[in-house]
């Protein structure tokens, strides 16, 4: 079955700090990927997203490519700030099928 | 615009009761979804629908029913609440399967 591996959290850095969260998926077909952000104490929200190989997802400096020959879809930024804290998860989904969530990856800046 | 709107924001039950957890979406997606989200578990997918009338299963759908009798509304329902069941609830709701889901701000439940 579908499935979406990410890498275990908590991640710490300092403010300004490269940012990798490393993401990985097992699905049939030519799934859409998603990264979601959960601020603390609210509900998810849509980050980024790419819908077939190759494509690059974009919002707010993070950055996402959609990589079907690694089955991956790594989220970067060049340079995080303390208000990126927060819980990121990636995802994937089918038209007509349930929506795929990785167990999320919490990030913490330190100023 | 509404968006997707769940109630009530805060439940306590007490073992053995049964309640109801409302969600509403005014965008006329398709697909509607609830999660529930406990501490280092991510976010598990309790039942799913991918239009009106027709309802599936996720990954832990024990002891939760859903019905999905209208395009706008999936209610979820707590047949005997265990302590288990303790967790936030997330709905969530999308044009079609692979479009970016709309959340929900969450119902913490808590079964004493």
């Known amino acids: 079955g579908n499935s979406v591996t990410q890498m275990e959290g908590p991640v710490t850095l300092s403010e300004e700090a490269f940012l990798t969260i490393n993401c990985t998926y097992t699905?049939?077909?030519?799934?859409?990927l998603f990264w979601y952000v959960q601020y603390p104490g609210e509900g998810l929200q849509l980050l980024l997203k790419a819908t077939k190989a190759d494509d690059k997802g974009s919002n707010k400096g993070f950055e996402a490519t959609y990589r079907k020959e690694t089955t991956s879809f790594h989220l970067e930024k060049g340079s995080v700030q303390v208000s990126d804290s927060a819980v990121y998860f990636c995802a994937l989904s089918r038209r007509d099928d349930k929506i795929i969530f990785g167990k999320g990856t919490r990030l913490h800046i330190l100023p | 615009n509404a968006g997707v709107t769940q109630t009530p924001k805060f439940q306590v039950l007490k073992t053995g009761q049964s309640m109801t957890l409302q969600c509403a979406q005014d965008m006329n997606h398709e697909y509607m979804s609830w999660y529930r989200q406990d501490p280092g578990m991510g976010l598990r997918l309790i039942h799913y629908s991918v239009g009106a009338g027709i309802t599936d299963q996720g990954e832990v759908p024990n002891g939760y029913n859903v019905s999905r009798s209208t395009t706008e509304d999936f209610p979820l329902r707590l047949l005997s609440a265990a302590p288990s069941q303790t967790s936030v609830y997330f709905c969530?709701?999308?044009?079609?399967?692979?479009?970016?889901?709309?959340f929900g701000n969450g119902t913490r439940l808590t079964v004493t």
């Open positions: 699905a049939t077909g030519y799934p859409s």
């Open positions: 969530a709701s999308s044009y079609q399967g692979n479009s970016p889901l709309h």
